[in-house]
C-alpha cells in the first residue's frame, strides 16, 4: 500500500525558517516526480515547488522563489522542503505530492497520483 507521510510543520514568526519532509513508501517511484502545493483556509490548492527523479531539476512558484528550496534526499522517494523568510501569507496546509508527470507542469490543475496528508504551516506575523 502506497503511502506518503510529511513531517515538519508548524507555527514559526514571521522571518523564521520551517522545512518540511516527505516519505514516500510501499511502492516503486523510479521516475516519479515529487513536490509540494499548499491550501490556505478559504483559498484553491497552488503549486509550490516540485524536483525531477534525479534531483537536477527543480521548479518553484514565484510566490516562493528565492525563499524555499526543494531537495531530494539521498533515498530518491524522499524529499525536502527548506522554508526562509517565512511571511504569514505562507500559513497553509502543504502537501506532498508524487507523480510521474513532469514536474514542470505542475499547477493547481494538475491531477496528482498520489498525495500525503498534509502538514500544517502557521507564520504568526
Known amino acids: 500500500q502506497v503511502q506518503v507521510v510529511e513531517s515538519g510543520g508548524g507555527l514559526v514568526q514571521a522571518g523564521g525558517s520551517l522545512r518540511l519532509s516527505c516519505a514516500a513508501s510501499g511502492g516503486t517511484f523510479t521516475r516519479y516526480h515529487m513536490g509540494w502545493f499548499r491550501q490556505a483556509p478559504g483559498k484553491e490548492r497552488e503549486f509550490v515547488a516540485a524536483?525531477?527523479?534525479?534531483?537536477?531539476?527543480?521548479y518553484y512558484a514565484d510566490s516562493v522563489k528565492a525563499r524555499f528550496t526543494i531537495s531530494r534526499g539521498n533515498a530518491k522517494n524522499t524529499v525536502h522542503l527548506q522554508m526562509n523568510s517565512l511571511k504569514p501569507e505562507d500559513t497553509a496546509v502543504y502537501y506532498c505530492?508524487?507523480?510521474?508527470?513532469?514536474?514542470?507542469?505542475?499547477?493547481?490543475?494538475?491531477?496528482?497520483?498520489?498525495w500525503g496528508q498534509g502538514t500544517p504551516v502557521t507564520v504568526s506575523s
Open positions: 524536483i525531477s527523479w534525479s534531483g537536477d531539476n527543480t
Open positions: 505530492a508524487v507523480d510521474q508527470k513532469d514536474g514542470s507542469s505542475w499547477s493547481a490543475r494538475t491531477y496528482i497520483e498520489i
